[in-house]
């Protein structure tokens, strides 16, 4: 037998113990998956974050379980219809997890007629009160429907009728934040019941651009008249409200969401160019002031330098005033010291003329008692010299009567007085004498010369002599 056919063999007896080994587990496991497909059917396992409406198809009662747990159902006669507690709708927002997040953004008229494009997200939450969520079910049968028919709808048409109620210079000039919270208002309460008509809008502007112009870099309020789309009041000033589709099912809005909104071409061009105007306006403003603070500037420094030119001739004022004060007071100061130097000149020279005077009158005085004091002292000599004339007289005519006494007693006194002043006195007498003529002078130098050289031998024939006998 061929291999190749033996093989084949092979493969198709397998194939039939298999087939055999299939209908044997079939007809053994078919009860148990009935009995599992019917148990799985009468349990309900309901999960955080859903809502869940079982419709019993044999009563056509409907039971809302928004809790997580387990339940009872009837099996193959029941439908349970599963619904998202939080729904989000984002239009403009490609990131989304679910269809109806992958909406495009919503498409908008303003008043002005200008069209934007305002990527918004909205958030939902349903209500838990089973009678609403009934009433809900039995309108809308799904969470898909739910969506697509009620809150996908009543958002576009709540951002479209918000949208009416601004111009698109409004809107994109920083009227976002009041459209958001109008936005989520009407949402939550009911669409205002409008009108369309003209009215007044407050625009902030700078000033024009003029010279000699203070305030021409403020802003100031400009009014404008524009159609717009605009609630209608009752009698105490509050916006009549429309019903809500959202507040009969018991369905809140707890959050509204805009991203970055994009005009039209013709729109956003007219917001650049008017944005490059304010950007010129405000260089020539800034310009303008700085050529005006440069002007300023350089008053001021004139100013500042007339002033400190004023401030430097008045003090060079003040300084020659005060110098020619000083002088003054420097002249008033010598004339009064010259004033005291004569007046203390006279008085030195009164003084001085007193002391004279006084000096005079005492040597007057002094001299009338010399004189008085000579003639008594000339009185008193004349006295005396008479007396000791005739003490001498009587002397000398005792000396007269004694004579030769009184000379032996002189001789003893000059002899006792050469004594006593002589007595260490000696006399040497020369021992050579050189003559010369009659007077006794040498005449000649050779008689000098010889005479000294005769005295120079003979002193040295005395020292020899004087040396050889005390030997």
Known sequence: MDIKNVGQS??????RQMVRTGLKAAIYGLPLLVVGFTVNNSVLMTDAGYTYVHQNNMTGELDVFTEPGIHFRMPFLSKITQYSQVITVSFGNNTGEDFYQRLDPVQVRFADTYIGQIPVTFRFKLSNDPEAVKKMHREFRN???????????????????????????????????????????????GIYLTER???????????????????????????????????????????????????????QVTQVTIGDPQPEKQLDQLLADKKRLVADRIRAIQEQETSKAQAETEQLRKEIQ?????????????????????EVAVAQQIAKREIVEVEKTKQLA??????ELAMAEANLAIQQANAKAAEFEAMAILAKGEAEAAVLKAKYDAYGANRDVYLAELNRDISASLYSN??????????????????????????????L??????????ALKSSNSSQ
């Open 197 to 251: 008509r003209q009215v007044e809008v407050e625009e902030l502007d700078l000033a024009p651009v003029g010279l000699n112009q203070a305030d021409a870099n403020k802003l100031q309020r400009t009014q404008q008249l524009v159609w717009k789309t605009v609630p209608v009041r009752d009698a105490t000033g509050q916006p009549i409200r429309q019903d809500n589709p959202l507040q009969q099912y018991g369905i």
């Open 10 to 15: 092979l493969k198709m007896e397998q194939r």
């Open 422 to 451: 002589l007595k260490d006195f000696k006399v040497e007498v020369p021992t050579h004498y050189f003559g010369g003529s009659d007077s006794g002078k040498m005449t000649t130098n050779l008689d000098v010369i010889t005479g």
């Open 143 to 189: 969470n898909s429907n739910l969506i697509d028919a009620l809150l996908v709808k009543n958002a576009r048409n709540v951002t479209v009728i918000t949208a009416t109620q601004y111009t698109g210079e409004e809107f994109f000039q920083g009227g976002l934040n009041q459209f958001k919270s109008k936005l989520g208002d009407q949402l939550r309460e």
């Open 306 to 326: 007339r002033t400190r030119e004023v401030q430097d001739a008045q003090r060079t004022k003040e300084l020659a005033v005060i110098a020619q004060q000083k």
């Open 350 to 355: 009164e003084v001085e003329k007193s002391k």
């Open 453 to 462: 050289g005769a005295l120079g031998m003979m002193e040295k024939a005395n």
